[in-house]
């Protein structure tokens, strides 16, 4: 079964305007990581946030976690017409063996 | 600088025709992944190797096959291609295999299947 799920699937703003991207998913999870993929090349880690934490930052990037709801949300401010790619999130549970789970993702696109 | 490298990006077969990816790395990472992502979707882990120990996914068909001959090198090996084995394939590394590790992705392998 699928463990993280994006939502939106797509979406589209303005430079300059932020862009929240939101994950779910349905096991216990240790960590969650957020990973970015320019069109046709592989994915680049953007953060971790362990199920300990709540927040964490990273320049434009903030993501939040909340265990309770089992989400997780992508926040960049201030975007750019370079943030344009699709972004996933990846859960790593116990029951998973250790492997990644990805979500479907959401195909950011910031228009200039 | 150190990193994931996939050749080639672009591989062409035909169906029937066994085809293999390759991948290596100069991270000295314990960890190797192979990823099937079709278009639209999330990757989707094949298997792995810890080290020199493989691990299939349970839904990874037998038509794939993956040889790690040393930590710098993984192949990824299609017997039988068939037109829905097209797709990008990533390798990805992780310097181990514990819950707190990231995965470090290379460019993709874009196989067209004829």
């Known amino acids: 079964s699928q463990q993280g799920e994006e939502d939106p699937q797509a979406l589209s703003i303005q430079e300059g305007e932020n862009a929240t991207m939101n994950c779910s998913y349905k096991?216990?999870?240790?960590?969650l990581q957020w990973y970015r993929q320019n069109s046709g090349r592989g994915l680049v880690h953007l953060i971790l946030?362990?199920?300990?934490?709540r927040e964490k930052h990273s320049g434009r990037l903030r993501v939040t976690l909340d265990t309770s709801k089992k989400s997780s949300s992508l926040l960049i401010t201030a975007s750019r017409a370079a943030d344009t790619a699709s972004y996933f999130c990846?859960?790593?549970?116990?029951?998973?063996?250790?492997?990644?789970?990805f979500g479907p993702g959401t195909r950011l696109s910031v228009l200039p | 600088d150190a990193m994931v490298i996939q050749n080639p990006r672009y591989q062409v077969t035909q169906f029937g025709k066994p085809v293999t990816l390759s991948c290596s790395q100069t991270?000295?990472?314990?960890?190797m992944y192979w990823y099937q992502q079709k278009s639209s979707q999330a990757p989707k882990l094949l298997f792995h190797?810890?080290?020199?120990?493989?691990?299939n996914e349970a839904d990874t068909p037998d038509n794939f096959q993956s040889r790690r001959p040393n930590t710098s090198f993984c192949f990824l090996d299609i017997r039988s291609p068939g037109l829905g084995d097209a797709a990008m394939y990533l390798c990805?590394?992780?310097?181990?295999?514990?819950?707190?590790?990231?995965?470090?992705f290379g460019p993709g392998t874009r196989l067209l299947v004829l």
């Open positions: 990805a590394t992780s310097r181990d295999a514990g819950q707190q590790e990231t995965q470090y």
């Open positions: 096991t216990s999870i240790n960590n």
């Open positions: 946030i362990r199920s300990n934490e």
């Open positions: 990846a859960t790593v549970s116990l029951s998973a063996g250790q492997n990644f789970v």
């Open positions: 991270l000295n990472h314990n960890v």
């Open positions: 190797y810890y080290d020199k120990d493989f691990n």
